[in-house]
């Protein structure tokens, strides 16, 4: 069942490290996956997506990664800065009609 | 850049009292979402609508719950007689049709006394 106030992974790096959030998802039959990032009193912020026929995608200062066999997906993001702080949520589309399902958060700090 | 945008950022209702959540998506978007996030959990999917009509509901969004799209423009999210457990962030999306990414906006803060 659901837990009530989940409390998030956190992750704490210094400023200009590199930052590895990792997500497990739960649907093999899902095809999409986006990364968002979601700051205090603010919806969440699209970053990065990636198809299930890929493995890995780069944008500007952050990749994906996706491993099909574990259902497994990881954002790295490089050069973290005081600005990357924020949750950040992993999600998968489990059908052409787009309906998301959000894992639980993982919290970034970031250490100047 | 154009963004989906909520209003109003913050409603405060009497329990047993209807609400209506108001959203304008990203003009050229087909697919509208509605999503809610109680308190330090996680996002959770209400409903989708696609040309008029809704195409996918989760259990929460039982028949106390209605989306409407009265105009071109807006898209909103009625809650006919609102319970405690209602009180959370509700955040609309909307889907770009060539990326399938989701844009949400800064969602509603709802507060149910």
């Known amino acids: 069942g659901e837990s009530v106030g989940l409390h998030l992974p956190t992750l704490s790096v210094q400023e200009g490290d590199n930052s590895i959030i990792n997500c497990a998802y739960s649907?093999?039959?899902?095809?999409?996956f986006i990364w968002y990032k979601q700051e205090s009193g603010k919806g969440p912020q699209f970053i990065i997506d990636?198809?299930?026929?890929?493995d890995k995608r780069q944008g500007q200062r952050v990749t994906v990664l996706l491993n099909k066999t574990v259902k497994h997906l990881s954002l790295q993001i490089a050069a973290t800065q005081p600005g990357d702080s924020a949750v950040y949520f992993c999600a998968e589309r489990q059908n052409q009609g787009g309906k998301l399902i959000f894992g639980q958060g993982t919290e970034l700090s970031v250490k100047p | 850049e154009p963004e989906v945008t909520q209003t109003p950022s913050h409603q405060v209702t009497q329990m047993g009292q209807e609400v209506i959540l108001r959203c304008v998506p990203i003009s050229n978007h087909l697919y509208f979402y509605w999503y809610r996030q109680i308190l330090g959990q996680k996002v959770e999917f209400l409903v989708s609508?696609?040309?008029?009509?809704?195409?996918?509901k989760s259990e929460i969004f039982d028949d106390q719950f209605s989306v409407e799209r009265p105009d071109g423009s807006n898209f909103t999210l009625k809650i006919r007689s609102t319970k405690l457990e209602d009180s959370a962030m509700y955040f609309c999306?909307?889907?770009?049709?060539?990326?399938?990414?989701?844009?949400f906006g800064d969602g509603t803060r709802l507060s149910i006394l």
């Open positions: 649907n093999s039959a899902s095809d999409y």
């Open positions: 999306a909307s889907r770009d049709p060539t990326s399938n990414s989701q844009h």
């Open positions: 990636i198809r299930s026929n890929m």
């Open positions: 609508f696609y040309n008029n009509e809704i195409s996918e």
